[in-house]
């Protein structure tokens, strides 16, 4: 099972009508797309990059998205990928 994570859905800058979809304390200040791949590359859950993809909420930003094997919940898998990029940072 795969599931689709945009940069959006965890951008503390962003609010949750914007699609922030993990708790603002828990969300990384703007995050990139390799940034979110070489954390779920780190948690073994296969990335794999979609470039030049638009976020529906935020159609005028292409920052891609990113398709991932699903092994735990969504929100989880999302936590754990932001938790990872703010120690890398």
Do not use: F, Q
Request: no cysteine; aromatic share 6%; net charge positive.
């Amino acid at each position: 099972m795969e599931a689709v994570i945009w940069p959006a859905n965890i951008d503390s800058k962003k609010t949750r009508k914007e699609g922030r979809k993990i708790p603002k304390k828990d969300a990384v200040k703007d995050p990139t797309i390799k940034e979110m791949y070489e954390a779920a590359k780190k948690l073994g859950l296969e990335p794999e990059i979609e470039k030049n993809k638009y976020y529906p909420r935020s159609w005028w930003e292409r920052k891609g998205r990113l398709r991932i094997k699903k092994t735990k919940s969504k929100i989880e898998i999302m936590k754990k990928i932001s938790r990872l990029i703010k120690a890398m940072r």
